[in-house]
């Protein structure tokens, strides 16, 4: 077992746009990232948890060529509006951290 | 071959002068400066203020019209002033017309402006031409009446007209920001996959090479392919950070939609040239119906807020039912004094130390020793606000609670004034597109001899 943390290179959050909210996972090597890949561990229902968003609106991709997995949802609350805790979106990773990956 | 050069992420931040002279070596067709970004938040379209200061704008726009000029070449600067609107295409033509006579040039400056009126917007509304992207909902008359600002995002298209009618410096409103890269390449005959590969790449200056640092970013376009050149020799680009930029700010990083087609990237491979530099195979662009972006912002209020920090176990222990009822406090007396249903206004805590950075999602079961507090009021008026912040303020400070021992004040505030004033305050409101049948027709135009 290992933390995400330990095999990725950089776990990151940002907007695409004021409305959603990305998470990007970047992987310096080939085998820790097949390894998170094919865990089937980065999952729309495991995000769906952490996050605190339908589960049917999460956006998974599998970027082989880059070694990166991207996550995207719709914000709760869009960039300045009221309820909103993060303008560029850039802090909301920390959950990815601790995902333990077999 | 036809060379791209990108000389910042965002004009002002900056760029090494010899960046730009190695780059004017290789003979670009042209130079490009994305100006804006949505990034900063609402405010800044809504105030109509610039993301980076005057002085900052200003080198760097200097050294580019410079150099355009002498090579002449086009140069071209996209979402003038940070939004795009008219006010920061007119800030930056002051800037740039001052650089000119100061220097003793002359140029034909066009100006290309993107703001929408409310009537525009609605006619295409009842044309049944206006459709939402992602996840937001369908776009209503109301929200369209209560913009403050609306801007449509040009295409490559405004540019290349500005462009044939001898325009040597291109100030655009709110425009993609590929489309001040991809509109000479295209003029000049170049296969639109790469050319808006590239261009995406690019405009984020040299984003994509490191070390990570503001400078220039130049592509070679050539036939189906193009080569990422960073023309400072400091800095390399490697293939899997090539690959890993179309994910960065984008919800799908295999397809990005722009006005006239989608860039798709899935089958692409980039190789390693050499140590520093990459060369990208396989972008291709699919045609689709033309379609603009539609941006806008509302005034949501106006907004005091007030910073203070607690030291107090006792406090912190019980702080979830205390910032209620200090809440529930307020607003009774607002209620009592100004004669405001909670309805009409907003109040409400970020909590530092628990959940201030990611709300309930991501709350910390630890209980930290201190936690840092700032209040948040949003009314109707700037004068509203203030009234509201000082009576929450006073009841954060001296509201009792069941054991307190630090009954002289809950509350360490950092500042003398404790309430500050933060001014009118925006949401975006719009994440839409329109479908155009004239990628012109949008944008107002002007030429002017400087």
């Known amino acids: 077992m290992a933390y995400l943390s330990n095999l990725a290179r950089l776990i990151r959050s940002k907007n695409a746009g004021p409305f959603n909210q990305t998470l990007d996972i970047l992987f310096e090597d080939e085998a820790n990232y097949l390894r998170v890949k094919d865990s089937g561990m980065i999952n729309s229902s495991v995000i769906s948890s952490l996050y605190g968003v339908l589960e049917e609106n999460v956006l998974i991709f599998f970027c082989d060529v880059a070694l990166a997995i991207k996550i995207a949802f719709p914000r709760k609350v869009s960039a300045g509006d009221i309820g909103n805790t993060d303008v560029f979106g850039a802090q909301q990773h920390a959950p990815l951290l601790n995902i333990e990956i077999k | ?450």
């Open chain 2, 1 to 450: 071959m036809v060379t791209m050069y990108a000389a910042t992420g965002i004009l002002g931040y900056g760029f090494p002068k010899e960046s730009l002279e190695t780059s004017l070596s290789k003979n670009p067709s042209f130079l490009g400066c994305d100006c804006g970004s949505c990034d900063p938040g609402p405010n800044y379209m809504g105030m109509g203020k610039a993301i980076c200061s005057r002085q900052a704008t200003k080198r760097d726009a200097a050294l580019l019209v410079k150099a355009a000029l002498s090579k002449n070449i086009p140069l071209i600067f996209g979402s003038a002033g940070g939004s795009g609107s008219d006010e920061g295409v007119n800030w930056l033509f002051e800037i740039v017309s001052g650089i000119l006579e100061e220097e003793c040039l002359h140029a034909k400056v066009a100006l290309i402006y993107a703001e929408q009126n409310a009537e525009y917007v609605l006619s295409k509304l009842k044309e049944g031409k206006i459709s939402s992207l992602d996840w937001n909902p369908e776009l209503d008359e109301r929200t369209i009446i209560n913009a403050r600002h609306i801007t449509c995002a040009m295409g490559p298209e405004p540019i290349q007209k500005m462009i044939k009618e001898g325009a040597q410096i291109i100030i655009c409103g709110r425009a993609t920001d590929t489309s001040v890269y991809a509109a000479v390449p295209l003029l000049l005959g170049c296969q639109p996959g790469p050319v808006w590969h590239a261009a995406k790449i690019i405009e984020c200056g040299a984003a994509c090479s490191f070390p990570k640092t503001h400078d220039s970013m130049m592509a070679h376009i050539d036939g189906d392919s193009f080569i990422l050149d960073p023309p400072n020799p400091q800095k390399k680009v490697k293939r899997v950070n090539a690959a890993a930029h179309t994910l960065y700010e984008n919800v799908n990083p295999f397809q990005i939609t722009e006005p006239d087609g989608i860039i798709d990237v899935s089958e692409c491979t980039y190789e390693q040239i050499d140590e520093r530099r990459v060369i990208v195979k396989g972008s291709k662009f699919i045609p689709k119906p033309y379609s603009v972006k539609l941006e806008a912002v509302e005034s949501i209020g106006f907004r005091s807020i007030c910073i203070g920090g607690t030291r107090d176990p006792g406090l912190i222990q019980i702080l979830d039912a205390f910032l209620q009822k200090v809440k529930k406090t307020t607003q009774d007396r607002v209620l009592d004094i100004l004669g405001l249903e909670q309805s009409v206004y907003s109040l409400s805590f970020l909590r530092y130390g628990i959940d201030g950075v990611m709300g309930k999602t991501g709350r910390s079961t630890l209980i930290p020793d201190e936690v840092g507090i700032v209040m948040d009021v949003i009314a109707d008026s700037q004068e509203t606000a203030n009234t509201i912040i000082g009576i929450a303020r006073s009841l954060l400070l001296h509201t009792d609670f069941e054991g307190r021992k630090c009954n002289a004040g809950n509350i360490a505030f950092p500042f003398s004034p404790t309430d500050i004033q933060a001014g009118e305050v925006f949401r975006f409101s719009m994440n839409h597109v329109i479908w155009l049948d004239d990628p012109l027709e949008p944008f107002r135009y002007e030429i002017k001899e400087c």
